[in-house]
């Protein structure tokens, strides 16, 4: 959830991520999520980073599309953070590792470099198990079903 410190709105009145006592937390954040992925994408001028915070957002509310969205901005260097300094950066990356089943050799965000071999790796194999994946609300994740 941290990932919401990157695109929660700030000032007097801003309305953060607090969803009521009984709520159902994974509706809750589905529709936190939206509300601000829309105002966001309303917004013509909307930067790359932003782009892939959304759908960073869109990926924890079970959208397997929104990885190609990250995918598709991968960084041409390696992103260098000064003691966490600038995580929203890296944050999309973040999510993408996380969330889905990737093999090990994968998995390391460092090496996620555009046009690199391990680029069209994640893709292949994105492309290989899209339909398998499925979004697993408790666990934050998606995993493969099926053989």
Partial sequence: MRILSC????????????????????????????????????????????????????????????ANEILDELPTAPIKLDHGAGYCLVAPFVVLAAVLPWPDALKNTATWIRGSETEQALRDWLEAHRNRLAWDDEAGTYRLIGA
């Fill in 7 to 66: 695109v929660a709105p700030v000032g007097p009145g801003a309305q953060g991520f607090a969803p009521e006592p009984g709520d159902d937390i994974f509706a809750a954040y589905r529709a936190y999520a939206k509300q601000i992925a829309e105002r966001w994408r309303a917004d013509p001028d909307l930067d790359p980073l932003s782009r892939i915070l959304i759908a960073a957002l869109d990926l924890l509310a079970g959208h397997i599309d929104a």
